[in-house]
């Protein structure tokens, strides 16, 4: 029962990945053992975070995440573990008690960005107010909140207002509050 059970759960997160973080959205989305949307973004609870290759401590590590806060997306879900995506498309194992739901979220680089070009950063969710900063590609940043396509975040020494198809972390048109 169990396996069938596992086989389920890899079978909603493969058509997760098949319809992409736009799926996430709408309020039909799958739930998970938690209860919970899948395909959802969450982000690392802990300074320490192994990634493994299937859902049980006896499976291998194949790698650590050491970033607290940088977000993830659950894109299936297996008893007390998440299988998870991050922003590169890795994608492995994890225990839920080392997740938060707080949203977080990776600024992306602009289309056609050279290495030292900046996303900008807005006093408010329009285009033409004043820049109060500009990020570079990477930085992480707290998800305050979300609607019309601009996302209000913070991080350390900034706060403000950026076009959320500027953000991983959080699926286009999402409302977050």
């Not at 498309?89 to 960005?113: C, M, Q, Y």
């Not at 033409?128 to 396509?149: E, P, Y």
């Amino acid at each position: 029962m169990a396996q069938a059970r596992l086989v389920l759960i890899l079978a909603l997160g493969a058509w997760a990945m098949v319809l992409g973080p736009a799926a996430a959205a709408p309020a039909d989305v799958p739930k998970g053992a938690s209860g919970l949307p899948v395909p959802r973004f969450v982000s690392l609870k802990s300074e320490r975070v192994n990634v493994r290759s299937g859902p049980t401590k006896d499976n291998d590590v194949n790698w650590v995440y050491t970033r607290v806060g940088l977000p993830v997306e659950i894109i299936a879900e297996y008893d007390n573990w998440r299988r998870i995506r991050d922003w590169e498309g890795g994608e492995g194992w994890v225990l839920h008690s080392l997740l938060s739901g707080r949203r977080t979220a990776l600024i992306l680089a602009p289309a056609k960005a050279a290495a030292d070009d900046y996303v900008p950063l807005h006093a408010s969710a329009d285009r033409t107010s004043a820049v109060t900063a500009r990020l570079q590609a990477g930085v992480l940043a707290g998800v305050k909140h979300c609607a019309d396509s601009w996302c209000r975040i913070a991080g350390e020494g900034f706060d403000g207002w950026i076009e959320q198809d500027r953000l991983w972390g959080v699926y286009p048109g999402e409302k977050v509050d």
